[in-house]
């Protein structure tokens, strides 16, 4: 079960472990402004899990706030785990970013130049251009909004997000 984050201005930032959020919610760094039904007990107490905080102090993002990030987690969450040169699902440990410009001819760790790959596709392709390897993607790699990455979480759990999502636009 994941948590949403939220800057202080209430602008969606990432998913985190539940357990994470916790952390930040124990040592005041952020409140709970949802919580899911399901609880938890330890020892002493029992409490239902954050699903979503807000950070106590304002984070400075270098990203446009609600705009998601280039990161290897959230390219495979868009790519469904599924490698996109030869369609087959992977798990998260047989997976792995191919860069569609190789980086070694100046690509870019960009939305619309990184797509998830399983390793023999990740060799094949090696540090060739995809004209030279007669391979072909899936489709075209493209930024996912905030709400398209979160889908893949579940509609249950898209539904308690989505006041704080719509915020953002
Ligand atoms: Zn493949």
Redesign the pocket.
């Known amino acids: 079960m994941r948590t949403l984050v939220l800057n202080a201005g209430y602008e969606p930032m990432q998913l985190i472990s539940w357990q994470r959020a916790l952390c930040l919610v124990m040592s005041d760094k952020a409140e709970v402004v949802a919580r899911y039904d399901t609880e938890v007990r330890s020892v002493s107490q029992s409490f239902k899990l954050p699903s979503v905080v807000r950070l106590v102090r304002y984070v400075r993002v270098i990203s446009r706030f609600g705009v998601v990030r280039c990161t290897r987690k959230n390219v495979l969450m868009r790519d469904t785990y599924q490698?996109q040169?030869?369609?087959?699902k992977c798990r998260e440990e047989s997976i792995t970013i191919d860069h569609v410009v190789p980086r070694s001819k100046g690509g870019k760790t960009t939305w619309n130049n990184v797509v998830a790959?399983?390793h023999?596709?990740?060799r094949k392709k090696g540090s060739k251009n995809l004209g030279d390897t007669g391979m072909v993607l899936l489709k075209q790699p493209r930024r996912p909004s905030f709400r398209e990455l979160m889908g893949e979480n579940g509609q249950e759990t898209l539904l308690e997000w989505l006041p704080y999502i719509s915020q953002a636009g």
């Open positions: 490698c040169y030869c369609s087959v790959a399983c023999p596709c990740n």
